[in-house]
């Protein structure tokens, strides 16, 4: 089975019952294609010259994939815009910054390539059951991709307050995706790591560069080394991706360990993430079994108190498995970056769950299929399409 085998085959549409009607927020519609949220962030601000944190958006949407999604800029210009690989439309008005609390779901049009009859079978039959017991509402990979290969979360050696750690594994750490260029400025930070000015000088212009500059004249100047200042240095956008990425991970080993108490084990499959194992319910679930897996399992954060009951109790495996304590999983430095407050639901179930079948064009002699369907806010259709196909 191929997914995404070109940006049309994955289109997600942002759901949202907010209208213009006056304000000082330019309210606009960003379709993408090929592109991540942050970096049309930033396309947008290096455009119209708007300084980021005038800019509000509501989620990331994929990167490999054709996304629709809003925004708002404070006191933005009236007008739209067009770039290679991203449309900005100009809406209107509204009173308030575009959030995430503004998005009632998001509409998903997939399209599941290169399967043979027995994997489609397969995948309409998975199609019914969900219908039926839902799916687990794991954070898929994507919410991990700044993971680097040593396995690290940059967002716990900053929340232990290991500033130099963090940068490195941030600015340093390589990664299976990276590209050519990206592996060898990597490696030269990994050579030079230490001797700022040599680095510095040895780097390619860039943002990472620019950090590493900030480093470099500290040690001319005949002063400490800021790591906590570099590390602040980093775009707020990919900062706020290191923290959500990490307790995303804590909250997806809460919830595989919590179907594991509830479910008995011949019940449940496992699947590799990269947050770690993540346990599904193998076949369909009696009304009882919906039930007992049916709850709302805290974003782990110092911002809530511990849980009690069964939750707390397996809250504190994950935490002390991680080496960590809930009240150690906050930012001290800089202020502007929060790890998210609140709950999200163990289990979700796919609205509007279509699926046709068709002749692959792209691969003769094998079927595609195509999947429509909704879900809330912040959940992830490729674990729908784990669960379908298996993989």
């Known amino acids: 089975m191929k997914l995404r085998r070109q940006p049309e085959d994955f289109q997600v549409t942002e759901l949202t019952e907010v209208h213009p009607a006056a304000g000082p927020f330019a309210l606009y519609r960003l379709t993408k294609t090929s592109l991540g949220t942050p970096e049309a962030i930033q396309a947008v601000c290096t455009r119209w010259n708007v300084h980021r944190k005038r800019i509000s958006y509501g989620g990331l949407k994929d990167r490999h994939a054709v996304t629709t999604q809003h925004l708002t800029i404070h006191n933005g210009p009236r007008q739209s815009l067009q770039q290679k690989s991203l449309q ?3 809406l209107g008005q509204v009173p308030a910054p575009f959030t995430a609390a503004e998005i009632n779901a998001n509409h998903f049009q997939l399209v599941l390539r290169d399967m043979t009859a027995a994997e489609v079978q397969q995948a309409e039959a998975g199609c019914v059951t969900v219908q039926n017991s839902g799916i687990p509402n794991y954070f898929d990979d994507q919410r991990f991709g700044s993971l680097g290969v040593s396995g690290e979360w940059i967002a716990r050696a900053w929340c232990l307050g290991d500033w130099e750690r963090a940068l490195w594994l941030a600015l340093a750490d390589p990664h299976p995706d990276d590209s050519g260029t990206e592996r060898q400025q990597k490696q030269i930070l990994r050579d030079h790591w230490g001797r700022w000015p040599e680095c510095q000088q040895a780097l390619a212009r860039s943002h990472r560069r620019s950090i590493i500059t900030y480093l470099s004249d500290k040690v001319k100047a005949g002063h400490p080394v800021d790591f906590r200042g570099a590390l ?11 923290l959500s990425a990490w307790q995303s991970a804590l909250w997806n080993r809460l919830l595989s360990r919590y179907l594991q108490t509830v479910l008995p084990a011949e019940k449940l499959v496992g699947y590799d993430l990269l947050s770690g194992p993540a346990m599904f319910p193998a076949t369909p679930l009696s009304a009882e079994q919906l039930t007992s897996v049916t709850a709302q399992l805290p974003l782990p954060s110092a911002r809530i108190d511990h849980p ?3 939750i707390g109790e397996l809250l504190g495996q994950v935490l002390q498995a991680e080496g960590i304590e809930l009240r150690q999983i906050r930012v001290k430095y800089p202020r502007d970056s929060f790890f998210s407050r609140g709950s999200r639901s163990s289990l979700i179930f796919p609205q509007q769950l279509t699926w046709a079948v068709a002749d692959d064009e792209l691969y003769p002699g094998k079927q595609c299929l195509t999947l429509g369907f909704s879900l ?15 993989l």
């Open 88 to 90: 900005l439309q100009y």
């Open 232 to 242: 602040a240095r980093i775009s707020i956008d990919l900062r706020g991706l290191y």
């Open 308 to 310: 009690e009951g069964l």
């Open 376 to 390: 809330p806010r912040g959940s992830y259709a490729t674990i729908l399409v784990k669960r379908l196909t298996g």
